[in-house]
């Protein structure tokens, strides 16, 4: 008998230490939940609710891959905020993004990457810290956004080890929206 509860003993602990799913070779990593607990962002577009936020990261692109990134439409001209508190890494042009920003949370452990505007608040520097709200510029069609279709491409990614702006891990930043998007400042005046 005691051989028997020996052996029970040993296949229930070996199943309760056993690696999660998520964990198993192959298998995408620890689910978002796990990875960035609290995690609270605010919509980066003006306006928008964020049950309003398509559905759009897993969305098929050229190439078989996928969008790994939040596509929020707004009409041109709508004002771009920071999602969160932070730092600005970097204002510039890329071929794919038009007029982009990066920047961070406070850690630094996230970037945000926010591309396709139309026009940059007057001012912003890299190094520039930011709060939650504050506006970045508005919402447009630079780069390879279709000129009808105007919108912010938001991207959240896990900051690399290295401490890049490139090649971190992207997440859906669907699930961390929940404050309505709303501008600090009278964004009419600040251009």
Not at 131 to 138: S, W
């Amino acid at each position: 008998m005691r051989s028997w509860t020996g052996i029970f003993l040993v296949c229930v602990l070996s199943a309760c230490l056993a690696p999660s799913p998520s964990t198993w070779p192959g298998a995408a990593g620890p689910s978002v939940s796990q990875l960035v607990p609290g995690l609270a962002l605010m919509v980066p577009v003006a306006g928008v609710l964020p049950e309003q936020v398509p559905d759009n990261f897993y969305a098929p692109r050229g190439g078989g891959r996928i969008h790994e990134a939040t596509d929020i439409p707004a009409p041109r001209g709508t004002p771009v905020v920071s999602a969160d508190d932070g730092h600005l890494l970097r204002i510039g042009r890329n071929r794919h993004g038009g007029n982009i920003i990066y920047a961070t949370d406070p850690s630094g452990r996230f970037i945000y990457y926010y591309a396709h505007l139309e026009a940059f608040a007057a001012g912003l520097t890299p190094g520039q810290p930011v709060r939650r709200g504050d506006v970045l510029g508005t919402v447009g069609t630079t780069g390879n956004a279709s000129a009808g279709h105007p919108h912010l491409h938001f991207q959240l990614m896990l900051r690399p080890s290295d401490g890049s702006i490139h090649g971190g891990r992207p997440l859906d930043a669907r699930p961390y929206f929940v404050y309505p998007g709303r501008a600090n400042q009278a964004w009419a005046s600040i251009w």
